[in-house]
């Protein structure tokens, strides 16, 4: 999604951006707009000639011209074309820094926080928000959720906007004055470089687990791009690392000396610490230290893994010179960020939450925190996506038997068979003494998990949290897992036709 505003208001020189650059069939070439979408293309603008990973950009060269290209940017050298080349060796980041020097470098006037993680993205940027707004700082923020620039919102399409966009809303961002940001910067963000052209003055790593191994292809490339975040940080910035997650503390050797660093979590030895007093559907209770420095401090927020998020907000709020008094305000006046652990009520004698929760260690999180505090029985709806990485489907599973009830129904199945999918995350429950039901209409899905419940319970409808769309096959249907329940509870309760039926797990 590119925001509403007027073209590039600069032109760049890429002699000066790129010292170590060639040039051919030119000197230098001042771009005054850039494009890596060959569609895109307008006239007198350069256009990147990125490769993808099934796809060589140059095949597109003839129609980027045709469509007004003057100029390209390129690894190599590209025979039987007149119009002047820049050639670099990596054509993403440099892209990424195009389009931060036209938009006007306005990374270099905000004080960005990147956030990246498996879990807790989200919740952390809008934590990061919530305590500078407390504080009488705007902020922008640009994720999953939606995209801000302090002023006006927009719905987001993307957990990370590619290069272009993602420096024009920092360019409205630093035209309107707003001063900060915090941004969620996702594994594919960071592989494929979209934002190597900005400047960070924090990165949070909330956690590292699995997820993506479809494109990552394991857990080794994936931490890698993960750690790219911690290249982005300026000087005398700061890189705060969850000192609770082995995937994140295994970087901390890789933090460079130009840095600060923070750890944060449980452990009473982090330097931003949280001690729980109490848990309960309510929220939770607990006693923060920053840095030595101990204030008690209440979220509505539920979970242990809400209070690790709240920890990696507060590391960069002290980091911006908050008072821990402003902090505790802060942390006191969030609620949730739409769909993460949502509550839905409508006064049912029983809890009913909506969580955005798609890996197994969301799940499990999730779960657990549910667990620990419900009088009755916790009920968990989930199911996996389809045309995603299929290993996480058996682990979902497995992490979903800590339920009392667990309905096993359809995610987003794209075009893959629902029940295909089904099958391979019951995998992962042969075995457990949860007995799944399954139930591949997710609108059905949610109607029993709500008709079976009782006083005292809790449900859980995981996986899809804020979306407002099911994918299945090339459809996007309307699909809001809050509103199905609402509907659902408005009825007091009464069941839509169809019943589950138990697996043969």
């Keep these: 999604m590119v925001p509403s505003v007027p073209a590039f208001p600069a032109a760049a020189s890429l002699r000066r951006l790129f010292p170590q650059a060639s040039f051919v069939g030119c000197a230098n070439i001042c771009a005054t707009d850039a494009f890596d979408n060959s569609r895109d293309v307008c006239e007198g603008s350069l256009f990147a000639v990125v490769n993808g990973s099934k796809v060589d950009g140059s095949q597109f060269v003839h129609e980027a011209i045709a469509h007004g290209a003057t100029s390209l940017l390129v690894d190599r050298p590209i025979a039987g074309v007149d119009i002047p080349q820049c050639i670099v060796p990596d054509v993403r980041s440099a ?3 195009l389009c931060e020097a036209l938009a006007g470098d306005p990374s270099r006037r905000l004080e960005i926080a990147g956030v990246t993680g498996t879990n807790g ?3 952390t940027t809008w934590l990061i928000r919530s305590l500078l707004a407390r504080a009488g700082h705007r902020c922008g923020v640009l994720g999953t959720v939606e995209y801000s620039d302090g002023i006006t919102t927009e719905p987001s399409d993307l957990t990370t906007p590619a290069s272009r966009p993602l420096a024009r809303w920092l360019g409205r961002m630093a035209a309107n004055g707003t001063r900060r940001a915090a941004i969620e910067l996702s594994s594919h963000a960071l592989d494929q470089r979209r934002a190597a052209g900005i400047e ?4 949070v790593l909330t956690n590292i687990t699995q997820d993506h191994f479809d494109y990552h292809l394991g857990f080794e490339p994936y931490r890698e791009a993960k750690a790219r975040i911690m290249e982005l940080v300026r000087p005398g910035g700061l890189i705060a690392l969850n000192a609770d997650d082995p995937g994140c503390w295994a970087l901390r050797d890789r933090v460079h000396d130009s840095v600060s660093f923070v750890s944060y979590g449980l452990k009473p030895a982090a330097d931003v610490s949280a001690q729980i007093r109490e848990e309960s559907l309510g929220g939770t209770r607990f006693k923060l230290s920053i840095h030595g420095r101990t204030i008690d401090c209440a979220t509505t927020m539920i979970g242990r893994h809400n209070v690790s998020n709240c920890l990696g907000a507060v590391a ?3 980091h911006l010179c908050l008072t821990p008094e402003e902090i505790v305000a802060g942390i006191e006046q969030f609620h949730c960020v739409p769909g993460r652990l949502e509550r839905i ?3 049912q004698p029983f809890d009913v939450f909506v969580d955005y929760a798609h ?3 969301a799940l499990r999180r999730c779960l657990q925190s549910l667990r620990s505090i419900t009088p009755g029985r916790v009920v968990c709806v989930f199911g996996a996506g389809g045309d995603r990485d299929r290993t996480k489907r058996p682990l979902l599973g497995q992490a979903a038997t800590l339920a009392d009830v667990a309905i096993v129904t359809s995610d987003n199945p794209r075009s893959e068979p629902p029940l295909r999918i089904i099958d391979e995350i019951l995998a992962g429950m042969v075995g457990s003494k949860t007995t799944p039901l399954v139930e591949p209409d997710r609108a ?7 008709a079976i419940a009782e006083p005292g319970d809790c449900i859980l409808l995981a996986g899809k949290g804020h979306e ?5 096959g090339d459809r996007r249907l309307p699909f809001d897992d809050r509103l199905v329940a609402r509907t659902v509870l408005s009825e007091r309760w009464r069941p839509l036709m169809g019943q589950p039926t138990r697996a043969s797990a």
């Design 95 to 97: 892209f990424s820094r």
């Design 121 to 123: 993205k989200t919740t």
């Design 200 to 203: 960070l003055e924090a990165a």
């Design 316 to 318: 960069v709020a002290a």
């Design 345 to 347: 009520q409508c006064g």
């Design 359 to 361: 890996t197994d260690d």
């Design 444 to 450: 059905s899905a949610i109607a029993t998990a709500l």
């Design 468 to 472: 407002t769309e099911q994918i299945i």
